[in-house]
């Protein structure tokens, strides 16, 4: 399944099924808001943005002049769309760039591993951004620490680039890049965890069977034994500002 078409058929239930806990939420945004140095002048574009919700908060918490959401799956862009405070676009990274619509801030929140030709959009974005201008990249370590099943860490390993390499590409375009990793541990029931592995939460996921998901939550069972299990999502920002 493409990736587009395996968000197309979890957008209904995308909010519930990514919905970790609210103090997540709130950490999330935060950093976000902090790394971008968010406030009522700035355009901001979150690239795959899926339902919304980041990019409507976003609006309402920083008073944002304007705030686009821009998600390819067309059942994710539709949710998007009713939010009010904000302007869904259906359509990819490269798409959005070539309609020239001025930005300041671009947001790019657990999609970077799902865009094609990386360096042109890089350069693209660094020519339409003001001086002073930021992109946040969000993304994870190759080696996730979610108790997922052997094979599922693997598949995850498999689609997501190591980190450096989005780090030397922007330095290359021209700008400033720093890093920081920040870690966010949340306990869940097992039930609930099972759930998400289940709906395929991760796009990841989307490639195992009813039978082999079934088979890897029982090799999580052996492992925790537990009836609530810990989380740890170890997040990678990656702040780039045009000098
Ligand atoms: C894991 S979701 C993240 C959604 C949102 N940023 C969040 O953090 O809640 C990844 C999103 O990226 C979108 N996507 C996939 N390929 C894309 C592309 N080439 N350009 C823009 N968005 C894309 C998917 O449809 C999906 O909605």
Known sequence: ??????????????NRLW???DDYKDFVIQHII???????????????GGTGTFTSRLEQESCLKKA?????ASAMCEEASKLTNITAICGD????????????????????????EREAFWKTVHTMLPHR????????????????????????????PPHELFESQLRECGFEVETTLRSHTFTLSK???????????????????DEEIEEGIREIEENYTRESIDIIDNLIFITATKK
Not at 1 to 14: L, P, V, Y
Request: with cysteine; glycine share 4%.
């Open 1 to 14: 399944m493409s990736t587009s078409n395996h968000f197309d058929s979890i957008a209904d239930s995308f």
């Open 19 to 21: 919905y970790f806990s």
């Open 34 to 48: 902090d790394e971008l140095t968010l406030s009522g002048e700035d355009i901001l574009v979150d690239i795959g």
């Open 68 to 72: 686009y959401c821009i998600e390819p």
């Open 93 to 116: 990274a490269h798409t959005f760039l070539a309609t020239k619509t001025p930005f300041t801030k671009i947001l790019l929140k657990e999609v970077i591993h799902h865009i094609p």
């Open 133 to 160: 201008g930021k992109l946040l990249i969000i993304t994870r370590p190759q080696h996730v620490a979610f108790p997922f099943f052997k094979a599922a860490k693997e598949a995850f390993a498999r689609n997501q």
């Open 191 to 209: 039930e609930r965890w099972y759930e998400m592995l289940r709906h395929r939460f991760m796009s990841d996921l989307g490639v195992f069977s």
